[in-house]
């Protein structure tokens, strides 16, 4: 596609529910990114991949997060027991490799806990 | 620890004048500053950026200026526009290859008056 596409744009779930994300990044990024941002708050980098492997998770905020990509295309990031404080609007974004300084993002999924 | 801080949370300003808005860093690692624009239920978009050999980088209505001796950068837009009220995130990154992580700020609502 032309741009970064992320499904779902809303989802609401019960707490302790799991819940799954998509990113769709641009064709040929080998690098992938994914972001939150919370009601106040800045972007809060989560995780990136540079094609299949990411090779920093300390971004993750618990143990309940967790993310994968395959082909070195699309990204799933998974919340797991979900809780109130992961309610945030989540973002991915994608850049040509692991050097291209200009990443394009997707229009987040607004993800509420209730 | 917030490594890169946008301390106005807000900017009004009016139309044809110019809108500064700043951003400090306190990682001196940080080599690559770029500035991004959000508007309401959407992704962020890239502005600007600018290496860190550099102290002003240029684009049309936009200037971004860098001061490395006080972690320091700012980003100039001249004339306001109506268009250009929206959220305003700095970042930044440590360009190593393979360390990649942008770093953001938690944004500046610039408001354009007409």
């Known amino acids: 596609g032309a741009g970064v596409s992320q499904s779902p744009s809303n989802k609401v779930t019960e707490k302790g529910k799991d819940v799954e994300l998509r990113c769709d990044p641009i064709s040929g990024h080998t690098a992938l990114y994914w972001y939150r941002q919370s009601l106040g708050q800045g972007l809060e980098f989560l995780i990136y991949f540079q094609g299949n492997s990411a090779p920093d998770k300390s971004g993750l905020p618990s143990d309940r997060f967790s993310a994968e990509r395959t082909g070195g295309s699309v990204s799933t990031l998974t919340i797991q027991r979900t809780q109130q404080e992961d309610s945030a609007v989540y973002l991915c974004?994608?850049?040509?490799?692991?050097?291209?300084?200009?990443?394009?993002f997707g229009q987040g999924t607004r993800l509420t806990v209730v | 620890d917030q490594q890169v801080k946008q301390n106005s949370p807000s900017l009004s300003v009016q139309e044809g004048r110019i809108s500064i808005l700043n951003c400090d860093y306190t990682n001196s690692m940080f080599d690559y500053f770029l500035w991004y624009k959000k508007y309401p239920a959407e992704g962020p978009t890239f502005l600007i950026s600018i290496s860190s050999i550099k102290d002003k980088n240029e684009d049309g209505r936009f200037t971004v200026f860098l001061n490395k001796s006080a972690k320091h950068l700012s980003l100039h837009i001249v004339p306001s526009q109506p268009g250009d009220s929206a959220v305003y995130f700095c970042a930044a990154l440590i360009s190593n290859f393979g360390n990649e992580k942008l770093t953001f700020g938690t944004g500046t609502r610039l408001t354009i008056i007409p």
């Open positions: 974004a994608s850049s040509l490799d692991i050097l291209g300084t200009e990443a394009f």
